[in-house]
């Protein structure tokens, strides 16, 4: 699938059907979690209202994929996500999800570019794909709400960077706790 600047459009029905508007046919939500995971951007519209729906799909694509076992999600990180929609925190939440994704793909990358200069196994057929999944991967999970990566930095101006980041989401936490 070729990418492109726009996201994919995918028009859902009052029969509930789902079609995609690139190749006019209908799609399930295996396949839009499969657009997804090759790093496609998907827009889902109600065809009536002009909802946009994408949040709502992609929370059930999730739930399905963890329903059957393959849990991304542990049990405490849901329980706190269902408290901080009802507590003070609830504006504080997204953002940190945010970071913390931004933290953990920005550790990945480091460890896959890492592994590329001195692994062998970046040489083997298919390590750049996992690569690209990995990615998509959290792109989805972060429904794009990641700032795109920046130029690399010198090692110990990195390392300063992450202790500060960690450090505010340290004081972001204690925060919350009171």
């Known amino acids: 699938m070729a990418k492109t600047s726009q996201p994919l459009l995918i028009k859902r029905y009052a029969s509930r059907r ?4 690139e190749t006019s046919d209908y799609v399930t939500l295996e396949d839009i979690a499969t657009f997804i995971r090759e ?3 998907v827009q889902i519209v109600d065809l009536k209202s002009g909802d946009d ?5 992609l929370l059930q694509i999730i739930a399905e994929h963890e329903s059957r076992g393959e849990s991304v999600l542990p049990v405490d990180v849901l329980t706190d996500l269902v408290r901080s929609y009802t507590s003070q925190s609830m504006s504080v939440v997204p953002q940190f999800l945010a970071q913390s994704f931004e933290m953990l793909q920005s550790g990945q990358s480091k460890m896959m570019e890492n592994m590329g200069s001195m692994n062998p196994m970046a040489q083997m057929p298919g390590f750049e794909a996992m690569r690209a999944q990995q990615e998509a991967f959290m792109k989805a999970m972060t429904g794009g709400m990641m700032p795109k990566a920046e130029a690399p930095k010198e090692s110990g101006e990195d ?3 992450i202790k ?8 972001k936490l204690s925060k919350l706790g009171k």
């Open 18 to 21: 789902l079609y995609n508007t």
């Open 39 to 41: 790093g496609r951007e």
């Open 53 to 57: 729906l994408t949040r709502q799909y």
């Open 159 to 161: 390392l300063a960077d």
């Open 164 to 171: 500060a980041e960690l450090a505010a989401l340290q004081e």
